[in-house]
């Protein structure tokens, strides 16, 4: 059972370092979303599946902390700060997401509600995710390498079905990503000045504009 706390945590650290990476190209893409907007819509969904995984085993981690299961309690709960803002974090990382999805995919009367949806729930997003970060980047930091480093990743058994269910996840991204692209031409054809996240023809992510006030420098 230890073995498998174990296993849980490595899943966790590697996916929290893919997320990182992926956030922080996202963050870029908001410099100049005019430019990047095809870019930041694809990063938006490439991070959606492992963002799903990461959740999916701190849930994991949370059940058997609290069903007293022995090697997670062993383990011990995270900083109080930290256990009161993991909740925030799904919760503001999946409206983030979906309200950006609807951006592209919503009928036009509904952009506006979706766009201050967005942008609201990015705000409460940064913050907590800010806090959330820096509480677990030593863990992050030694965690993520173990299941790709030859010594140690043969310590844990399951190391390779780790990295796989990584890499699907990431292909499964990619996958949503260039589904999505099909939908930017056609919402900066029809987005309406005052809410569109931009006016011409750049290729990037579903609202970024949002979190720049794009709409605003019309």
Do not use: C
């Not at 030593?138 to 299941?147: E, K, M, S, V, Y």
């Amino acid at each position: 059972m230890a073995d498998r706390a174990e296993a849980n945590a490595r899943l966790t650290g590697t996916t929290a370092a893919v997320l990182l990476v992926l956030f922080a190209v996202e963050g870029v893409t908001l410099v100049s979303v005019r430019s990047l907007l095809t870019l930041h819509v694809f990063v938006g969904m490439l991070l959606l599946p492992p963002a799903l995984v990461k959740t999916a085993s701190t849930t994991w981690r949370a059940l058997g902390y609290y069903r007293g299961v022995r090697a997670y309690r062993a383990k011990g709960p995270p900083p109080l700060i930290l256990r009161v803002l993991g909740p925030v974090v799904v919760i503001s990382t999946a409206v983030v997401l979906a309200s950006g999805i609807a951006l592209m995919i919503a009928p036009s009367s509904l952009r506006p509600a979706a766009l201050t949806l967005h942008k609201a729930s990015f705000v409460v997003w940064f913050v907590a995710m800010t806090v959330h970060v820096l509480g677990h980047a030593l863990d992050t930091a030694r965690l993520a390498p173990l299941d790709w480093m030859h010594r140690s990743r043969r310590q844990i058994a399951g190391a390779g079905r780790r990295q796989w269910l990584v890499a699907a996840s990431l292909a499964g991204g990619a996958l949503l990503g260039v589904v999505l692209l099909g939908r930017v031409g056609p919402y900066l054809d029809h987005a309406p000045p005052h809410h569109a996240l931009v006016r011409h023809r750049a290729y990037g992510p579903p609202a970024a504009a949002a979190f720049v006030g794009a709409d605003r420098r019309r």
